[in-house]
């Protein structure tokens, strides 16, 4: 979905190194949503945010860190790479809204750690 | 079906055929499904959705139906196209105002031409 961006697309970086993953939307949602997904697990949630400066932890925060300085950008930081965390890395939006809570995700980031 | 380990199930059809891929979910108290098609080297893109109050929905060749009773998810692709080869997966919301989805491990759909 072209209204959410990814940045890099493909990153190689090495254990120790600190990597930083943007994520930009114009849909004007206020939600935003890290996953990473692995083979065989599924999409697994690392952070969520209802608003700037909201921050809320998913089920696999430890290791990352997120920022929401502005509605449409939401950046996920690995502060020291490890290789387990070598992963495709989604982000997604949604729109505060009754009834329908689907998310629009971003076309991922591929992220190795060596 | 859900994976275990690091495989995914599959499902192999030829083109033109009618697939079915199933879901079982976990949570009795979730209000909302989705279904998601994944295409390699993409984001997932959303196919459809049900709330808990309705049984079946139907959109563009896909249909969902949705028995609560025993906590199952079923998307059917009428007449499978090559281009509906894909890794498909539900998601559910638990209920409640937070909004998050829990996402099923997905399913590799492959479509023989």
């Known amino acids: 979905d072209a209204d959410v961006t990814q940045t890099p697309r493909n990153r190689i970086t090495k254990t120790g190194k600190r990597i930083m993953l943007e994520c930009s939307q114009t849909?004007?949602?206020?939600?935003m949503y890290w996953y990473r997904q692995d083979p065989g697990l599924g999409l697994r949630l690392i952070y969520y945010?209802?608003?700037?400066?909201?921050?809320n932890k998913g089920e696999i925060s430890d290791g990352y860190s997120v920022s929401r300085q502005a509605q449409a950008k939401f950046s996920l930081s690995l502060e020291s790479a490890i290789p387990n965390q070598t992963a495709l890395y989604f982000c997604?939006?949604?729109?505060?809204?009754?009834?329908?809570?689907?998310?629009?995700f971003g076309p991922g980031t591929r992220l190795t750690v060596l | 079906g859900e994976s275990v380990g690091l495989h995914l199930p599959t499902l192999s059809v030829q083109e033109g055929d009618n697939s079915i891929i199933n879901c079982a979910y976990s949570?009795?108290?979730?209000?909302?499904f989705i279904w998601y098609k994944q295409e390699s080297g993409k984001g997932p893109q959303f196919i459809i959705d049900?709330?808990?109050?309705?049984d079946k929905r139907q959109g563009q060749r896909v249909t969902v139906l949705l028995n609560k009773t025993v906590k199952h998810l079923s998307l059917q692709i009428a007449a499978t196209q090559p281009g509906d080869s894909a890794v498909y997966f539900c998601?559910?919301?638990?209920?409640?105002?937070?909004?998050?989805?829990?996402f099923g491990k997905g399913t590799l759909l492959t479509v023989n031409p």
């Open positions: 997604a939006t949604s729109k505060q809204r009754e009834a329908r809570y689907e998310q629009f």
């Open positions: 849909k004007g949602h206020d939600r």
């Open positions: 049900i709330r808990s109050n309705m």
């Open positions: 998601a559910e919301n638990s209920g409640g105002s937070n909004y998050k989805l829990t």
């Open positions: 945010s209802f608003d700037v400066k909201d921050i």
């Open positions: 949570n009795s108290a979730s209000d909302y």
